[in-house]
């Protein structure tokens, strides 16, 4: 059965029964709209890109003292060899918390894919999943300092924030995945149908605010990844600090990561795509901006929506509040109406992912009946984009993005791109070239030491999984701007050594980083892959059943405990080593033989294929190869073997 689409059911006779809004929004409960206050006296409004944010780093070291607890429990249960834990922890409270290993989890774009295989990674992390303790791998999740998402990645890095951090298993409970949100008829408590969320829309439009695409796709995702009341439809960004087991200090912060259209991004059929050099911005409960590039300065979450010129608010009794909204966020996070809409219209050839490193054919085409690849087709987003002028006068140009009042509007620090713009155009944070939102977890400020890089990016063809090009991407733009990253080969290493297929350490020697600092990250790469199931589900897929959710969750923890230790006895060992690896280093202590010897088997060692090869011609071309996998633990049988006797 072929996968139907984000929009299936959209067409212009539904849409433009909106076009007359006065009418609508006066039967919301709770409100969409962002409201106008009287302006605090005491809020920096803008906050240059040095160190954290104050309130951040007053978080962050409470739950560094959490994470010591947690983390002592998970080092008993590892028992690694020859290491004095006792001591190890005790050196660690004396330097007052400075030392414990800072985690981070990192889940990448790719719609329904990274999301749903995302969190069966984080379920394998998760010490109150009785599996994960007896796999050692328990424990990890309560350790980590950060979670950062970007478009279908940001879903889960929201949701449970939202959820109050349940289980993996119970917060599936709570987003009936087996729900086609996209063709809802009638609104329920789990789905929104278009009358709904254009009347959500229409709030905020008749508040004075605009109105585009993001704002409609994230009203209907809210259905399924937020709580609350009719989709959570007022729940704001900021506030998830007040939720218990951030305000306790027990969950990681989540950070969501974004880009934006300049004017100078190259122009296909009236919409823009951003370059692979543009800015990446991020938005946390506490702020939002950028640490290089287009500002190097933040503003507070809170108030956005705020009119801001050079740093002093325009009008003291028009602050905003509740611009922030938790849907607006995952809507201007994963949104991409505008590489959708080029991609369509150029059938694959213009401004496609920069994710993507090789074509797509009509060959490729055989295998993937229930692996959909065209996320919204043109006559949809054609609809789409006129209903939006008509009925919220924003022109295509426009709605294809999100618009965010631009609070950094006459700063001098902000590049002339944007100083004289009154709104920012906020678009997924993939489609800029990192597809894994590792930016905001190697800013020097956040001192992160050990990342989990999951991928599901869908990069390469015949049966679309990872090639490591987002992470090698990473790299590029690390080195360009001068942070510390590990280096990372291209995709044909990553194809070589089977990379697609297993997990791999890089920067463990920091000769082998960007600036060849030991502090450097260690970064672990984890590409979805088929062990007990082909898990490479279509990123725009708007249902799947709880019998295809159990095989991915049980997939995702294959891979993340190396089938149950039957790959490598000693995996969950070697992870550990991993983590703590950056901190032992602070504390002077030495690798033991065990996590040497783990090093030498995981940790890529500098080694790398030719990218680019010399045609006939003379010219230089990229090396592309496919990525055709099998079970790991299945194998002999083919995908499209598996593909003729699922439903799914």
């Given at each position: 059965m072929q996968a139907r689409n984000v929009i299936t059911i959209i067409t212009l006779a539904t849409l433009t029964n909106f076009s007359g809004v006065t009418g609508l929004g006066s039967d919301v409960v709770g409100?969409?709209?962002?409201?106008?206050?009287?302006?605090?006296?005491?809020?920096?409004?803008?906050?240059?890109?040095?160190?954290?944010?104050?309130?951040?780093?007053?978080?962050?070291?409470?739950?560094?003292?959490?994470?010591?607890?947690?983390?002592?429990?998970?080092?008993?249960?590892?028992?690694?060899?020859?290491?004095?834990?006792?001591?190890?922890?005790?050196?660690?409270?004396?330097?007052?918390y400075e030392n414990v290993p800072s985690l981070g989890f990192a889940i990448s774009g790719g719609g329904y894919a990274s999301a749903y295989t995302g969190t069966g990674a984080l379920r394998a992390l998760d010490d109150r999943l009785p599996a994960a303790g007896e796999q050692s791998t328990g424990g990890l999740l309560q350790s980590l300092l950060y979670q950062t998402g970007l478009s279908g990645g940001s879903w889960p890095t929201v949701s449970?924030?939202?959820?109050?951090?349940?289980?993996?298993?119970?917060?599936?409970?709570?987003?009936?995945?087996?729900?086609?949100?996209?063709?809802?008829?009638?609104?329920?408590?789990?789905?929104?149908?278009?009358?709904?969320?254009?009347?959500?829309?229409?709030?905020?439009?008749?508040?004075?605010?605009?109105?585009?695409?993001p704002d409609y796709f994230g009203r209907m995702w809210s259905y399924e990844f937020l709580p609350g009341v009719h989709g959570g439809v007022d729940k704001t960004f900021s506030s998830l600090v007040d939720v218990s087991a951030l305000r306790n200090h027990q969950a990681p912060l989540p950070i969501l990561q974004l880009s934006t259209i300049s004017r100078s991004d190259p122009?296909?059929?009236?919409?823009?795509?951003?370059?692979?050099?543009?800015?990446?911005?991020?938005?946390?409960?506490?702020?939002?901006?950028?640490?290089?590039?287009?500002?190097?300065?933040?503003?507070?979450?809170?108030?956005?929506?705020?009119?801001?010129?050079?740093?002093?608010?325009?009008?003291?009794?028009?602050?905003?509040?509740?611009?922030?909204?938790?849907?607006?966020?995952?809507?201007?996070?994963?949104?991409?109406?505008?590489?959708?809409?080029?991609?369509?219209?150029?059938?694959?050839?213009?401004?496609?992912?920069?994710?993507?490193?090789?074509?797509?054919g009509p060959e490729?085409?055989?295998?993937?009946?229930?692996?959909?690849?065209?996320?919204?087709?043109?006559?949809?987003?054609?609809?789409?984009?006129?209903?939006?002028?008509?009925?919220?006068?924003?022109?295509?140009?426009?709605?294809?993005?999100?618009?965010?009042?631009?609070?950094?509007?006459?700063?001098?620090?902000?590049?002339?791109?944007?100083?004289?713009?009154?709104?920012?155009?906020?678009?997924?944070?993939?489609?800029?070239?990192?597809?894994?939102?590792?930016?905001?977890?190697?800013?020097?400020?956040?001192?992160?030491?050990?990342?989990?890089?999951?991928?599901?990016?869908?990069?390469?063809?015949?049966?679309?999984?990872?090639?490591g090009t987002n992470l090698h991407n990473m790299y590029l733009a690390a080195n360009r701007s001068g942070l510390s990253f590990p280096i990372v080969p291209a995709a044909p290493t990553f194809i070589k050594n089977n990379y697609t297929h297993q997990p791999v350490f890089f920067g463990c020697d920091a000769n082998l980083?960007?600036?060849?600092?030991?502090?450097?990250?260690?970064?672990?790469?984890?590409?979805?892959?088929?062990?007990?199931?082909?898990?490479?589900?279509?990123?725009?897929?708007?249902?799947?059943?709880?019998?295809?959710?159990?095989?991915?969750?049980?997939?995702?923890?294959?891979?993340?405990?190396?089938?149950?230790?039957t790959l490598n006895q000693e995996w969950a060992q070697c992870l550990g080593c991993a983590a703590i690896d950056r901190s032992l280093t602070r504390l002077g202590m030495e690798r033991t033989l065990q996590c040497q010897r783990c090093m030498h088997r995981y940790c890529w060692n500098g080694e790398s294929v030719p990218d680019q090869i010399a045609g006939p011609d003379g010219a230089t071309y990229e090396v592309t190869e496919e990525v055709d996998l099998e079970m790991v633990l299945k194998p002999g049988i083919s995908f499209a073997e598996w593909n003729a006797t699922h439903s799914f």
């Amino acid at each position: 059965m072929q996968a139907r689409n984000v929009i299936t059911i959209i067409t212009l006779a539904t849409l433009t029964n909106f076009s007359g809004v006065t009418g609508l929004g006066s039967d919301v409960v709770g409100s969409y709209a962002p409201i106008r206050v009287s302006c605090p006296s005491d809020v920096q409004w803008i906050r240059p890109a040095e160190g954290l944010n104050p309130s951040e780093a007053t978080w962050l070291r409470s739950r560094k003292a959490v994470i010591v607890e947690n983390f002592a429990q998970y080092l008993s249960r590892l028992e690694l060899d020859s290491f004095d834990v006792t001591s190890y922890l005790k050196a660690i409270n004396q330097s007052e918390y400075e030392n414990v290993p800072s985690l981070g989890f990192a889940i990448s774009g790719g719609g329904y894919a990274s999301a749903y295989t995302g969190t069966g990674a984080l379920r394998a992390l998760d010490d109150r999943l009785p599996a994960a303790g007896e796999q050692s791998t328990g424990g990890l999740l309560q350790s980590l300092l950060y979670q950062t998402g970007l478009s279908g990645g940001s879903w889960p890095t929201v949701s449970f924030a939202a959820h109050d951090w349940p289980t993996a298993d119970e917060i599936v409970e709570f987003w009936h995945p087996d729900i086609a949100r996209p063709s809802a008829g009638n609104s329920t408590q789990y789905a929104a149908n278009k009358t709904s969320i254009f009347t959500d829309l229409a709030t905020k439009f008749k508040a004075g605010f605009p109105v585009t695409t993001p704002d409609y796709f994230g009203r209907m995702w809210s259905y399924e990844f937020l709580p609350g009341v009719h989709g959570g439809v007022d729940k704001t960004f900021s506030s998830l600090v007040d939720v218990s087991a951030l305000r306790n200090h027990q969950a990681p912060l989540p950070i969501l990561q974004l880009s934006t259209i300049s004017r100078s991004d190259p122009d296909f059929y009236g919409l823009q795509a951003p370059l692979e050099t543009a800015s990446t911005y991020e938005v946390t409960p506490y702020e939002f901006g950028a640490w290089q590039g287009d500002f190097s300065s933040f503003t507070p979450t809170a108030w956005l929506g705020t009119e801001l010129e050079n740093g002093a608010v325009v009008n003291m009794s028009a602050c905003v509040q509740g611009f922030d909204k938790i849907s607006f966020m995952l809507g201007s996070s994963s949104t991409a109406v505008n590489m959708w809409y080029i991609d369509d219209r150029s059938n694959g050839t213009l401004a496609t992912f920069a994710k993507r490193s090789s074509p797509e054919g009509p060959e490729s085409r055989e295998d993937l009946i229930k692996r959909q690849t065209v996320l919204v087709p043109l006559s949809q987003l054609d609809a789409l984009l006129e209903v939006f002028n008509e009925t919220f006068h924003e022109t295509s140009d426009i709605a294809a993005y999100g618009s965010w009042p631009n609070p950094f509007m006459g700063l001098n620090t902000t590049t002339p791109s944007f100083r004289n713009d009154s709104h920012l155009k906020i678009v997924d944070g993939s489609i800029a070239g990192q597809g894994i939102p590792l930016w905001s977890l190697i800013q020097p400020a956040r001192g992160v030491d050990f990342i989990f890089a999951w991928d599901s990016t869908t990069d390469v063809h015949p049966n679309l999984w990872s090639n490591g090009t987002n992470l090698h991407n990473m790299y590029l733009a690390a080195n360009r701007s001068g942070l510390s990253f590990p280096i990372v080969p291209a995709a044909p290493t990553f194809i070589k050594n089977n990379y697609t297929h297993q997990p791999v350490f890089f920067g463990c020697d920091a000769n082998l980083t960007t600036t060849k600092d030991p502090a450097t990250p260690i970064v672990l790469y984890l590409a979805n892959a088929p062990y007990s199931t082909y898990s490479n589900i279509s990123a725009s897929q708007p249902t799947t059943s709880r019998a295809q959710m159990s095989e991915i969750f049980t997939n995702s923890f294959d891979l993340l405990t190396q089938a149950n230790g039957t790959l490598n006895q000693e995996w969950a060992q070697c992870l550990g080593c991993a983590a703590i690896d950056r901190s032992l280093t602070r504390l002077g202590m030495e690798r033991t033989l065990q996590c040497q010897r783990c090093m030498h088997r995981y940790c890529w060692n500098g080694e790398s294929v030719p990218d680019q090869i010399a045609g006939p011609d003379g010219a230089t071309y990229e090396v592309t190869e496919e990525v055709d996998l099998e079970m790991v633990l299945k194998p002999g049988i083919s995908f499209a073997e598996w593909n003729a006797t699922h439903s799914f």
